[in-house]
């Protein structure tokens, strides 16, 4: 008996000191997103303050950096294309950002996540150290230089790049097969802009920031590989909910077989995709540029230190999927005067940006996109236009004054989809709003 004992004991002992351990191993580290958060400004990079910077804004900032730099190849207009690397680590990760030229919100943090690991004795010392001890880290920022310089999406030679995984006719698609190659990173980061009209679900929310861990097949299934891109993903979105809540949202992952995306994941390394919306007022998406900062800074410190692993399927899955049901102005409940007849609609308007000459700034053209019953979608701007009636700006010569319209400006019938915005809503006499090219005055 006293030996049965003693063995139940020396049994009880090694079970508690395994489970001890267990719960050191499990023992999450420090969630530095709150401080990154609080204290972006200190690490944002100055000179960059809007979306339609170039190529040549870019480079002198790179080239001052104190870390290994090299120009790994270069556009099709032959402008250089960089590799920034840090840190030292068995685990490597690659992270490249505007492959699409008119998507910048990411490059945007790179040069502020540059910044932050240039920084000391400020709080973070461990969170770099933890980073760059345990991974080697590879940047490749603005992949798409000759699209920024005309804002727009594709290359040089017109052709979306990323589309271009399986032909490899651009010769940024080339380079960034290359470095998948000779990296073999076990983590690629491909960063995005979208739409800011999505919607994160059936919900009047901007999806500001969305996620996705790309299929590598039709099926969508889940290997090893792109269930840890999942893990990570639901780290990175967990640091995001306090700063966006319901703003957060997950890509369709629907598989491309011509995108980067899904074919780094099936060539064997952990894609994880984000994709920048919009938030409300943020045109310039320096709020949003934070929100990246933030984010990729923790899924590089959940992979340095592996603290994503306990992160499973069904928290990814509760991130809502990207919609459609935003416009940028919704009116609801309008009145329409036909010969005497009212009837009730609701107006959906979208601004349309263009970019002006070198597309160092933009222009905005209204579109009415539907007319209706549009019960079932939001405006991320809203009137409720109940009891008010859409008159034409003919009608109002003293706005026209006040103005300075042109004629074109001046809609003088009654509205149809796919012109411009401009009108008037009234309560009998009395002018309530006026919508000038979408905008309400």
């Not at 950096?65 to 685990?91: A, C, H, W």
């Not at 983590?187 to 059936?202: E, I, M, P, V, W």
Request: hydrophobic share 35%.
């Amino acid at each position: 008996m006293v030996l049965l004992l003693k063995r139940l004991n020396f049994a009880l002992t090694a079970y508690f000191i395994l489970l001890s351990m267990s719960l050191i191993a499990q023992k999450p580290s420090k969630d530095f997103s709150k401080q990154l958060f609080e204290q972006h400004e200190t690490f944002k990079e100055k000179t960059i303050t809007h979306r339609r910077f170039k190529h040549k804004d870019m480079v002198p900032l790179i080239k001052k950096l104190p870390f290994e730099k090299t120009v790994v190849g270069k556009s099709f207009e032959e402008r250089d294309i960089y590799q920034i690397k840090l840190g030292n680590g068995p685990t490597k990760i690659l992270l490249w950002s505007q492959m699409h030229g008119d998507e910048p919100t990411a490059t945007m943090a790179l040069l502020d996540i540059f910044l932050f690991f240039q920084g000391k004795n400020d709080g973070f010392d461990a969170l770099r150290e933890s980073i760059l001890s345990r991974s080697t880290i590879y940047f490749v920022p603005m992949l798409n230089p000759d699209g920024a310089e005309r804002y727009q999406r594709r290359t040089a030679t017109e052709i979306d790049m990323n589309r271009d995984a399986l032909r490899f006719q651009t010769p940024e698609g080339k380079l960034l097969k290359q470095l998948q190659d000779d990296l073999k990173p076990e983590f690629s980061f491909n960063l995005h802009d979208k739409n800011t009209r999505y919607s994160a679900g059936r919900s009047n929310k901007q999806a500001t920031v969305s996620f996705l861990a790309t299929a590598y097949d039709f099926e969508r299934s889940w290997n090893p590989t792109r269930t840890k891109a999942m893990q990570v993903i639901c780290q990175m979105s967990e640091a995001l909910q306090g700063f966006i809540p319901g703003h957060l949202g997950r890509w369709n992952d629907e598989h491309e077989p011509r995108a980067f995306g899904d074919n780094v994941s099936k060539w064997g390394s952990s894609l994880i995709l984000i994709e920048s919306g919009g938030y409300k007022d943020d045109v310039e998406k320096q709020f949003i540029r934070k929100l990246n900062f933030v984010a990729i800074l923790t899924g590089l410190q959940s992979i340095a230190e592996e603290s994503y692993t306990h992160h499973t399927l069904a928290t990814y899955e509760k991130l809502p999927n990207n919609e459609r049901y935003l416009y940028d102005l919704l009116i609801r409940n309008a009145e329409f005067d036909y010969k005497g007849k009212i009837v009730v609609k609701d107006i959906a308007i979208d601004l349309i940006e263009k970019n002006t000459r070198k597309a160092t700034s933009f222009t905005i053209k209204s579109v009415i996109e539907d007319m209706g019953d549009l019960s079932t979608f939001w405006g991320i701007k809203e009137i409720d236009a109940t009891g008010l009636r859409v008159r034409p700006l003919a009608d109002f010569p003293d706005l026209i004054k006040t103005y300075a319209l042109s004629k074109e400006d001046i809609q003088d019938k009654e509205l149809n989809l796919d012109e411009k915005a401009n009108f008037v809503l009234t309560k009998g006499k009395e002018v309530k709003y006026v919508i000038l090219n979408g905008h309400i005055k």
